[in-house]
């Protein structure tokens, strides 16, 4: 596997191999689920990339950035084993050469819901970091994990209307045994906050059984709140999977439902979500 750490060198590698290239961009700390982004990549493309940089722009609370983990060696090794042709890590300066960049892309309709709402500034660091990368590599694909849902349609938002040519490819979420959406957070909590963290993917499951045998938003709401009393939550609601819009029971039920929660266990911020397709309404 060769390492660049530097966008000159990101886009002579991308000259040289224009087309071919399946992408995988990360903030590091890899477990099983990005490894499984990798594998799709390799099954699609002749190379594969993958980045590595924890993007400053996207957390709105330094505390959290600090906090992030980091473990290069085992990353490295990680996606050796896996197969990668090239790792891009660059330092901050040679994403950003001078200071954070002013210019913005974004979807304020998108970007003010679920993830959002709480967090001024996110997506748009997300979208900016995301953008760059695809203008200096031109992947033929890119693989984003479902677990980040609502990143997933806004980087599909982003290319389509940026016209870039590189399809967004969005991969299953992958959970521990016991239902835990994986997560390189996960790695912050303590073994009770661990053993609480369960609850969240139950609360989901419950929330999908709920709303397949009663079609009641209402209800399928009510549950998952329910379930969640235990945790410090950010939000927790069922929306039209397209808009994001949350749904209101006796309005029109959309294509798909997105059931998606946000909670804090010992201080860790947790997502997690799962999509839910409404039974067809005969007349
Ligand atoms: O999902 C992530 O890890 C990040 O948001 C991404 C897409 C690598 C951008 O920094």
């Not at 477990?31 to 996207?58: D, Y």
């Not at 994403?95 to 304020?108: A, D, L, V």
């Not at 695809?134 to 389509?160: C, E, H, I, S, T």
């Not at 929306?239 to 029109?252: I, M, R, V």
Request: hydrophobic content about 40%; some cysteine; aromatic content about 8%.
């Amino acid at each position: 596997m060769e390492v660049i750490t530097t966008r000159h060198a990101l886009r002579e590698y991308a000259a040289r191999h224009s087309q071919k290239i399946g992408f995988v961009p990360t903030m590091g700390y890899l477990h099983e689920g990005h490894l499984s982004l990798v594998e799709r990549a390799k099954a699609q493309n002749e190379k594969v990339v993958v980045s590595i940089f924890v993007n400053p722009t996207q957390f709105n609370d330094p505390k959290d950035f600090e906090k992030y983990p980091v473990d290069e060696a085992h990353d490295k090794e990680l996606l050796e084993r896996a197969g990668v042709d090239l790792l891009f890590m660059p330092s901050r300066g040679n994403i950003f050469s001078e200071g954070n960049p002013t210019i913005r892309i974004q979807y304020p309709h998108l970007m003010d819901k679920l993830c959002g709402e709480k967090r001024a500034g996110h997506f748009e660091g997300v979208l900016l970091i995301v953008h760059n990368l695809f203008m200096w590599l031109n992947p033929a694909r890119a693989y984003f994990g479902l677990k980040d849902y609502q990143q997933y349609l806004l980087v599909q938002k982003m290319a389509r209307d940026l016209e870039f040519t590189t399809e967004i490819v969005g991969c299953p979420l992958l959970r521990e045994k016991d239902g835990l959406a994986m997560s390189s957070r996960n790695v912050r909590l303590s073994s009770a906050g661990r053993q609480q963290a369960v609850g969240i993917s139950q609360a989901l499951f419950s929330s999908r059984s709920v709303f397949q045998e009663t079609q009641s938003v209402r209800a399928a709401a009510d549950a998952l709140r329910q379930e969640l009393a235990q945790f410090e939550v950010e939000y927790a609601t069922l929306s039209n999977a397209e808009t994001l819009e949350t749904l209101e029971e006796g309005t029109p039920l959309p294509k798909k439902i997105l059931i998606a929660v946000a909670v804090f266990v010992d201080g860790v911020r947790l997502i997690d979500n799962v999509l839910v397709v409404p039974h067809a309404i005969s007349i």
